[in-house]
């Protein structure tokens, strides 16, 4: 990690203002990565033609792993496998898919394709996935349409609307229309069977099935704290450039302002037996391609309790049109829903939903107050999606929603991030700050363009800037980068940093703190450990520090308290918790060297597993308490291992005398002198009082987890 200095910087908003130069977590590449060949933007298929998927194995050893297709589409989900094969060290493979085999074969809509690389690698199983694939085929099904950047050009080309990546900003409203159409139907072949359902058929069918399922009346209300069942996932979705332009329920500048009431309206009378909705209406993200997510590990590691993939778009601004009427606009409530009814027949609405804006408010007495920072996502997009029937967890009845998925890699990159936010909106104690705070931007296609040794050019010669990193006004998501063996220069992998969410939480972790504690910004990392607490196991991203590298205090407790915010947003309260990192973690094992057993570290390839509930561990060396003060100890150091620990102790656990994030802040923000532990502890005594529940749980867990060298 770069030493942060002052600097001036434009914001998104044009104005110059004094910043700190963002941080770069430079995360690293997997052991196996996969993704697809595609002659172009587009590639057109027939008959028994196929599509190349590429198997690289970055590692210095032999792997075995499986190639596994989820497919999804046509309102069903299909796992296929490509099979198992063993990859030789540093080896290079290259499969073939037919799209004619595909069991889901849609027309005017999309099926995501997800390719995936499974294996077990040093006693963690992986599920690495490919960049998605949009596939769609002619309406006679013999041709078939695909692309891993574009699905807006593949939908167009399956409805014979061609069009191309330069010019396709000039698609006409007719032709919008005529691709909003199809959203919400189910029209191809599944599993060999012809399908032709319009939108109303399959709302109508599902909103009858639900309905015979509901034991109780039609008026449920799903509650601010309720999720929608994840019914059959119909319907598709498209985007647009730019934010919603109906009023929303938002301001940056505003703290409070007054909410016009909502009219729900008569009862609409739905032609075709499609039922009405007369209830909020929810809508769900659906972003996939994350690496980190899910993966398995010891048992003595929990999994993490968010799941990304499907989550409510919590604090969203969102419009609803009813035949080209708007119906409601405003921000979503935490669940993703509108906070009152509206009234409206299905078959001939739309939603639309901006992951522009996210920021938590209420409303009390019909005014609007934001109870947060405002977090602002780029590139701006508006997602289209018609409405799908799910039910209510509260009355089993049918209610209005809407899915929202990726047709572009600029969409994926964008909902990744966005599911990440809506996360972070909902969890409390949040240290975002209340609305009149600065907006934290989020840029999702460019990475650190402020640390030139992350910069990379492509064939072109055009300069781009990988990596993630951040600072307290900005948070930076480009592609990772790995050295180029022949060259010695960085170039981009196959990864995308916003494949991994702990990657985007721990980004977000840095603003959060140098915004409300400004700072303790880095130490330099110039004081890096050697042997074990050396960074000489990573392979992959910098070695400027690792999760077990030693430091001085301030630049442990800077990477160790991002880590411990990414853990805090990805698990509830609980003794234990997940972090999965993304660089190499150094295990230990027995090795054999002319027959005589010699315990000796390796590294783990990322993502990697551990339980921030403990203490560094290992099964080899067993329980510590810090690595720092089993492997190196000295005064004054610390590792980011020791720190997330520490932080998760005092304040992720469920405890009556653990610290909230702005007690953490004053005291991590306001130390007097240099940034060692005694001045720490010190201005812990000063806030907590000496002998009080919260000054002993502090420093007893400081002891318990190292951070007291």
């Not at 989820?70 to 540093?90: E, P």
């Not at 915010?565 to 027995?590: G, L, P, W």
Request: aromatic share 8%.
């Amino acid at each position: 990690m770069a030493t942060r200095t002052r600097s001036k910087r434009r914001s998104a908003g044009g104005s110059t203002h004094p910043t700190e130069d963002p941080t770069p977590s430079s995360a690293s590449s997997s052991t196996v990565t996969l993704g697809w060949k595609i002659d172009g933007v587009l590639a057109e298929r027939g008959g028994a033609s196929t599509y190349a998927l590429e198997v690289q194995n970055n590692e210095d050893a032999e792997v075995d792993t499986e190639i596994v297709l989820q497919l999804d589409g046509l309102g069903v989900h299909r796992t296929r496998s490509l099979g198992k094969i063993v990859l030789a060290a540093r080896e290079r493979r290259v499969l073939s898919w037919a799209p004619a085999s595909s069991p889901i074969v849609p027309w005017g809509t999309l099926a995501r394709v997800t390719a995936e690389a499974r294996y077990t690698r040093d006693g963690f199983t992986q599920r690495i996935p490919a960049r998605l694939l949009f596939l769609s085929f002619s309406r006679d099904g013999a041709r078939a349409f695909a692309s891993d950047e574009d699905g807006e050009l593949v939908r167009l080309a399956s409805l014979g609307r061609r069009t191309s990546p330069w010019n396709k900003g000039a698609v006409s409203a007719a032709e919008r229309d005529a691709q909003l159409a199809q959203l919400g139907g189910r029209r191809g072949k599944l599993d060999g069977v012809p399908l032709d359902e319009s939108p109303a058929d399959v709302l109508t069918r599902k909103a009858r099935r639900l309905a015979s399922k509901a034991a109780v009346s039609a008026d449920g209300n799903v509650g601010t704290g309720a999720l929608v069942e994840d019914e059959e996932d119909i319907g598709d979705s498209m985007s647009r450039e730019g934010d919603l332009a109906t009023p929303s329920a938002g301001g940056a500048a505003a703290q409070s302002f007054i909410i016009p009431p909502v009219d729900p309206g008569p009862l609409p009378y739905c032609p075709g037996a499609t039922y009405p909705v007369t209830t909020p209406t929810c809508i769900s993200l659906r972003p996939t391609g994350y690496r980190d997510l899910g993966v398995g590990a010891p048992t003595n590691v929990p999994a993490e309790d968010a799941v990304l993939t499907n989550y409510p778009a919590a604090y969203a601004n969102a419009a609803i049109y009813e035949s080209g009427a708007l119906r409601w606009s405003g921000r979503l409530n935490a669940s993703g829903c509108t906070p009152a009814a509206v009234r409206y027949c299905p078959q001939n609405a739309r939603i639309e939903v901006s992951t522009s804006s996210f920021e938590r408010w209420a409303q009390f007495d019909g005014i609007y107050y934001s109870l947060s920072r405002q977090l602002r996502l780029t590139p701006a997009r508006t997602f289209i999606a018609q409405v799908v029937i799910a039910s209510s967890p509260t009355t089993g009845m049918p209610i209005g929603a809407a899915n929202v998925h990726a047709s572009t890699v600029a969409d994926q990159h964008v909902l990744r991030v966005a599911s990440v936010l809506a996360r972070l909106l909902r969890m409390g104690d949040d240290g975002l700050g209340n609305g009149s705070a600065p907006p934290l931007n989020l840029h999702t296609e460019t990475g650190c363009c402020n640390f030139p040794e992350f910069h990379y050019a492509l064939p072109s010669g055009q300069i781009l800037c990988g990596e993630a990193c951040a600072d307290a006004n900005d948070a930076f998501f480009g592609q990772n980068l790995a050295v180029d063996p022949n060259t010695g220069t960085l170039r981009p992998t196959s990864v995308h940093s916003t494949q991994d969410a702990y990657v985007v939480g721990h980004e977000l972790g840095h603003s959060v703190q140098m915004a409300a504690a400004g700072g303790p910004g880095s130490g330099g990392f110039a004081d890096i450990g050697l042997g074990n607490c050396s960074c000489d196991h990573v392979r992959d991203g910098n070695r400027k520090h690792c999760l077990q590298s030693r430091h001085n205090v301030k630049s442990a407790q800077a990477e160790g308290f991002a880590h411990f915010f990414a853990t805090r947003i990805m698990n509830n309260k609980d003794s234990d918790a997940r972090f999965t990192y993304y660089k190499d973690v150094r295990r230990f094992a027995t090795f054999y060297v002319n027959g005589v057993p010699v315990p000796a570290p390796y590294g783990v390839a990322p993502p990697v597993p551990i339980n921030t509930g403990m203490p560094a561990y290992d099964s080899f060396y067993g329980q510590t308490t810090g690595w720092v003060r089993k492997f190196c100890p000295a005064a004054d150091v610390s590792s980011e291992y020791d720190w997330l620990t520490f932080l998760w102790a005092i304040n992720g656990k469920v405890n009556t005398a653990n610290l909230s994030l702005s007690e953490i802040f004053a005291i991590l923000g306001s130390v007097s002198g240099s940034f060692t532990w005694p001045n720490i502890r010190a201005r812990a005594q000063t806030n907590l009082a000496l002998g009080s529940a919260k000054f002993n749980r502090f420093d007893q867990q400081a002891g318990t987890n190292g951070t007291n060298l």
